[in-house]
């Protein structure tokens, strides 16, 4: 069973910055994609950004420009780096990964991110 850990959510002000960490307890080699997605109270959960595991990064439309997913050395973490926040981004961030052989997918307890106007 893989578990994913995140960490970094919290209270920001609008225009504010955060940096959303995830680690994956599977190797890198076992895994294909990572990603963040979000689920704001009311609505379906969304997917926010993805990276390959050829470090191409896919992103959504409302967030581009503003947010950055990269990967660290090891290839087993994902970061989600938040700039230019605006109170419509709050929502609970979940970190997603999907493995190469399986292709079956996992997912992070979820963190709280609330930006204030």
């Known amino acids: 069973q893989v578990q994913l850990v995140e960490s970094g959510g919290g209270l920001v002000q609008a225009g504010g910055s955060l940096r959303l960490s995830c680690a994956a307890s599977a190797s890198a080699f076992s895994i294909n994609a990572m990603g963040w997605y979000r689920q704001a109270p009311g609505k379906q959960r969304e997917l926010v950004a993805s990276?390959?595991?050829?470090?191409?990064?896919n992103y959504a439309d409302s967030v581009k420009g503003r947010f950055t997913i990269s990967r660290g050395n090891a290839k087993n973490t994902v970061y989600l780096q938040m700039g230019s926040l605006k109170p419509e981004d709050t929502a609970v961030y979940y970190c997603?990964?999907?493995?190469?052989?399986?292709?079956?997918?996992?997912w992070g307890q979820g963190t709280q991110v609330t930006v204030s106007s």
């Open positions: 990276i390959a595991n050829d470090d191409t990064a």
């Open positions: 997603n990964i999907r493995m190469h052989v399986t292709q079956l997918e996992y």
